[in-house]
């Protein structure tokens, strides 16, 4: 079965760090050519894309992380990662990640919580 798998959340302090990793398992076509984002949804919100990587390392994010926020890729482990830094109570979400072109099922997604 194809999946992407999302782990590393937790509970951290504001101004802290967190490292996501999100890897994928089964028979993946052309994941190294695949543009991935990292998304999160907050209770009562939708969901949310708040960065994004394309196949030759191009990265995009949201302005609410933009410059806390590292996306970045191994295409032979199969990974992508958030590295997350600076973290304010408003970034306390459920991540995901997922392609953002023709997405698989979502996943169950990292649980990441702030506190002030």
């Known amino acids: 079965q194809v999946q992407l798998a999302e782990s590393g959340g937790g509970l951290v302090q504001a101004g802290g760090s967190l490292r996501l990793s999100c890897a994928a398992s089964g028979s993946i076509f052309g994941f190294g050519v695949r543009t991935v984002g990292w998304y999160r949804q907050a209770p009562g919100k939708q969901r949310e894309l708040v960065a994004h990587i394309d196949y030759g390392g191009t990265t995009n994010y949201a302005d609410s992380v933009k410059g806390r926020f590292t996306i970045s890729r191994d295409n032979a482990k199969k990974m992508v990662n958030l590295q997350m830094n600076s973290l304010k109570p408003e970034d306390t979400a459920v991540y995901y990640c997922?392609?953002?072109?023709?997405?698989?099922?979502w996943g169950q997604g990292t649980q990441v919580t702030v506190s002030s």
């Open positions: 997922n392609f953002v072109r023709a997405p698989l099922t």
